[in-house]
């Protein structure tokens, strides 16, 4: 069973940083296409951003184009979202996915999610 780890949120002001991981077990990222969702309250889950499995291909939600950067490490098996200038409607609990049609597939494979807040 393919086990995804999530880390790196947490409560931020407006303007600022965060780098969230995702760390796969019984997967090999570099033969998957991963991505990351968000979910806020009252409201579907939904991506945010994914890289294929193939190359370098990535897709953004054009909420965090230009904000957000998805990438990943197949050395340490992990997939990075660096987020900057965060908003406060960036608000959610955001989980990483894994084994999805890129982008807009539904992924076999989620993490627990991880919160992160924006405070304004």
């Known amino acids: 069973q393919v086990q995804l780890v999530e880390s790196g949120g947490g409560l931020v002001q407006a303007g600022d940083s965060l780098r969230l991981s995702c760390t796969a077990s019984?997967?090999?990222?570099?033969?998957?296409?991963m991505g990351w969702f968000r979910q806020a309250p009252g409201k579907e889950r939904a991506v945010v951003a994914a890289i294929r499995w193939a190359g370098v291909r990535t897709y953004y939600a054009d909420s965090v184009k230009g904000r957000f950067t998805i990438s990943r490490d197949n050395a340490k098996n992990t997939v990075y979202l660096q987020m900057n200038s965060l908003r406060p409607d960036d608000t959610a609990v955001y989980y990483c996915a894994a084994n999805f049609e890129f982008w807009s597939g539904k992924p076999s494979d989620w993490g627990q999610g991880t919160q992160v807040t924006v405070s304004s």
């Open positions: 019984r997967l090999t990222i570099s033969t998957s296409t």
